[in-house]
């Protein structure tokens, strides 16, 4: 199993961008995924999920703001992230969900800053 | 949402030591399925979490049986059997019983 995320960097506040979560090793259409985010220096703190079937769930935090997203026939997970505050800087975490926890991927820093 | 306390926040041991980490739900962590879904993860500086235990007392594979994890309903521990250099890090609870999913504020366990 590998996830390898992308597409993150420095970005200003109000501005958009786009993570994208490349999945090998597994039958990705078959299991729901989830974002996860680790502001610098604090804990864990789950942003969103998708099911296989493409049923969505946000953190009230983000709701309205990002967009998690897939698209099976290339094996990918998106986030997009709207409207970015600097409270939204952290690193991002795609994980595939099992029923028993999670495989994590290594994660992408997204700075929100002027 | 489910608040998940760990104590304590710091854990300074010697190579060879036995700890223990506390982790306390707000709510009660056991399913109507019957399972608790309750998960220890260990992140190393620099690194992703890598998990460690789940369903509260079942050892990832690969992960040395020094860990053990127990507990029930509102409180949960995870044990150390001689810590090893290897182990430092920070340990997280998680639970995803209730959405959302949450995790503890973190343990960093370091050498005295």
């Known amino acids: 199993v590998q996830l390898v995320e992308s597409g993150g960097g420095l970005v200003q506040p109000g501005k958009s961008l786009k993570l994208s979560c490349s999945a090998s090793?597994?039958?990705?259409?078959?299991?729901?995924m989830h974002w996860i985010r680790q502001a610098p220096g604090k804990g864990l703190d789950w942003v969103a999920y998708i099911s296989s079937s493409s049923g969505t769930v946000y953190a009230d935090a983000v709701k309205g703001r990002f967009t998690i997203s897939r698209d099976n026939a290339k094996n990918t997970l998106y986030l997009q992230l709207n409207s970015l505050k600097s409270e939204d800087t952290a690193i991002y975490y795609c994980?595939?969900?099992?029923?028993?926890?999670?495989?994590w991927g290594q994660g992408v820093m997204v700075t929100v800053s002027s | 949402d489910v608040v998940l306390t760990q104590t304590p926040p710091t854990l300074l041991a010697t190579i060879g030591q036995s700890v223990s980490i506390s982790c306390r739900s707000s709510q009660s962590l056991l399913h109507s399925n019957g399972n608790t879904y309750l998960n220890w993860l260990l992140q190393r500086t620099g690194q992703s979490p890598q998990p460690l235990i789940y369903?509260?007392?079942k050892l990832e594979s690969g992960v040395p049986n020094r860990f053990s994890g127990s507990g029930s309903g509102t409180d949960f521990t995870l044990k150390i059997s001689g810590v090893e250099a290897e182990d430092l890090g920070v340990y997280y609870c998680m639970q995803f019983t209730h959405y959302p999913n949450t995790f503890g504020a973190g343990t960093k366990l370091e050498l005295k």
């Open positions: 994980a595939r969900s099992l029923y028993y926890g999670y495989n």
């Open positions: 090793g597994f039958t990705f259409s078959s299991y729901g």
């Open positions: 369903l509260v007392s």
